[in-house]
């Protein structure tokens, strides 16, 4: 794999102790695969590209029919429950190491705001080589919590999230997302991003309300 880029991280307003005192939400620890997860994650994301995309004969199909309950039948032994497998919690990787992340990489990160850089994958073609509205809130919303966390805000949840569509968002090509802290209302994080390409013409802009979890709230 090509060598990664180091993200400017600045967690000096981070308390992980909002964990502790703030709503029921568990606190994940990072987790530290083997060297080979990060090959296994990018397989199965060129796995689901094809998957939306080939033309195959039929026998084609049965023969990856066959290789893919081959696949279940290994991995099915160690099914693990939220939290313990390193999906969603290899920070280094993009989109965290999660499939269901998009797979963007973090190039800063502060209480200033996040900037995430990566591109959108034929897995997400919505049509006529746009990518797909619903994958931008996806992406804007992901872009939020990260937000929330290096403002040193509370742990909190999505309260809203409005998108503004200025432009088709192409796939395949290098795009640069860029979201920071608006305003705090008391439990109320307001949060605003915008989508640019390399020009910088914006291809979607968002606004969101993150609202701080109450004592026990899940």
Same mark, same amino acid.
């Given at each position: 794999?090509?060598?990664?880029?180091? %993200?400017?991280?600045?967690?000096?307003?981070?308390?992980?102790?909002? &964990?502790? @005192?703030?709503?029921?939400?568990?606190?994940?620890?990072? #987790?530290?695969?083997?060297?080979?997860?990060?090959?296994?994650?990018?397989?199965?994301?060129?796995?689901?590209?094809?998957?939306?995309?080939?033309? #195959?004969?039929?026998?084609?199909?049965? #023969?990856?029919?066959? @290789?893919?309950? @081959?696949?279940?039948?290994?991995?099915?032994? &160690?099914?693990?429950?939220?939290? @313990?497998?390193?999906?969603?919690?290899?920070?280094?990787? %993009?989109?965290?190491?999660?499939?269901?992340?998009? %797979?963007?990489?973090?190039?800063?990160?502060?209480?200033?705001?996040?900037?995430?850089?990566?591109?959108?994958?034929?897995?997400?073609?919505?049509?006529?080589?746009?990518?797909?509205?619903? =994958?931008?809130?996806?992406?804007?919303?992901?872009?939020?919590?990260?937000?929330?966390? &290096?403002?040193?805000?509370?742990?909190?949840?999505?309260?809203?999230?409005? =998108?503004?569509?200025?432009?088709?968002?192409?796939?395949?090509?290098?795009?640069?997302?860029?979201?920071?802290?608006?305003?705090?209302?008391?439990?109320?994080?307001?949060?605003?991003?915008?989508?640019?390409?390399?020009?910088?013409? =914006?291809?979607?802009?968002?606004?969101?309300?993150?609202?701080?979890?109450?004592?026990?709230?899940?």
């Amino acid at each position: 794999m090509s060598e990664r880029v180091k %993200p400017v991280i600045d967690s000096s307003a981070v308390d992980a102790r909002r &964990y502790e @005192q703030h709503g029921g939400f568990p606190k994940w620890e990072p #987790a530290e695969p083997g060297p080979d997860f990060a090959d296994f994650v990018e397989a199965m994301r060129t796995l689901q590209d094809l998957a939306v995309s080939v033309d #195959a004969p039929d026998e084609v199909y049965g #023969a990856a029919l066959a @290789q893919a309950r @081959q696949m279940i039948e290994l991995l099915e032994p &160690y099914r693990a429950p939220e939290g @313990q497998g390193p999906a969603g919690r290899t920070m280094e990787l %993009p989109g965290r190491g999660s499939l269901l992340m998009l %797979p963007w990489t973090v190039v800063e990160a502060g209480p200033d705001g996040i900037v995430l850089t990566g591109e959108f994958r034929r897995y997400h073609l919505g049509g006529n080589g746009a990518v797909h509205g619903g =994958v931008l809130p996806l992406l804007f919303d992901d872009l939020m919590g990260m937000i929330v966390h &290096y403002a040193g805000r509370p742990i909190s949840r999505t309260a809203y999230l409005h =998108v503004n569509y200025r432009k088709v968002t192409p796939l395949e090509t290098p795009l640069t997302v860029r979201g920071r802290v608006e305003r705090i209302d008391r439990r109320k994080t307001f949060t605003s991003a915008e989508l640019t390409d390399a020009e910088g013409t =914006v291809l979607a802009d968002c606004e969101a309300l993150m609202v701080q979890l109450l004592p026990g709230q899940p």
